[in-house]
C-alpha cells in the first residue's frame, strides 16, 4: 500500500552525484562516490546511496537532519548530522550512520551537500512537505486495505 500519495503538479526528482570521504577510525579518509536524491513522492525524507567495493548501500532518512546539519549538529538514532572542519582546515557535513551491521562515517565539502539542498528546497521549501501529501486519498487507501 502507498502512503505517499502526491497531489497533482509534483516537484521533481533531485539528484547529485557527490565525491565523499568515508573516514576510518583511525581518521584515515578513502573517496566514496555517493549519490544524494530527494523525491517528492515521499516528501520528509532524502537517500544517500553510497557505491562501495561490495555494492551499493542505500540510507534514507529525514532531510531535515540534511538541511539543519549544515549549520548545527542534529539527529538522534541512526543518522547523526553536524557541521566541521576537515583536518585540511576546509568546511565540511559529517554524516554519522549507526545500524546493528556497522557504522560510517563520511565527510563532504560544505559547499556540495549545500548545493544539494538548495536544490531540493527549490523543488520543495523546508516545511512545505507535508503540502504534497493528499491525506484524504491516503485515509481512503488504508480503509480501502483494511476492507479488502
Not at 548530522?81 to 550512520?97: A, H, K, R
Request: proline share 5%; with cysteine.
Amino acid at each position: 500500500m502507498d502512503f505517499n500519495v502526491i497531489k497533482r503538479n509534483t516537484p521533481t526528482l533531485v539528484s547529485q552525484v557527490l565525491l565523499l570521504e568515508l573516514i576510518d577510525p583511525s581518521g584515515v579518509v578513502a573517496p566514496l562516490e555517493t549519490e544524494l536524491s530527494y523525491d517528492p513522492a515521499d516528501p520528509l525524507a532524502v537517500s544517500a546511496t553510497f557505491s562501495t567495493v561490495a555494492g551499493r548501500v542505500r540510507w534514507t532518512f529525514s532531510r531535515d537532519l540534511l538541511i539543519e546539519g549544515l549549520v548545527e549538529p542534529v539527529g538522534d538514532g541512526d543518522v547523526h548530522v553536524w557541521p566541521c572542519l576537515d583536518n585540511d582546515g576546509n568546511s565540511v557535513v559529517i554524516i554519522e550512520l549507526c545500524s546493528p551491521d556497522g557504522e560510517a562515517l563520511v565527510q563532504g565539502r560544505t559547499a556540495d551537500v549545500a548545493g544539494f539542498v538548495e536544490r531540493m528546497t527549490r523543488s520543495v521549501a523546508h516545511g512545505a512537505e507535508s503540502g504534497l501529501v493528499d491525506v484524504d486519498s491516503a485515509i481512503a487507501a488504508i480503509f480501502a486495505a483494511e476492507a479488502a
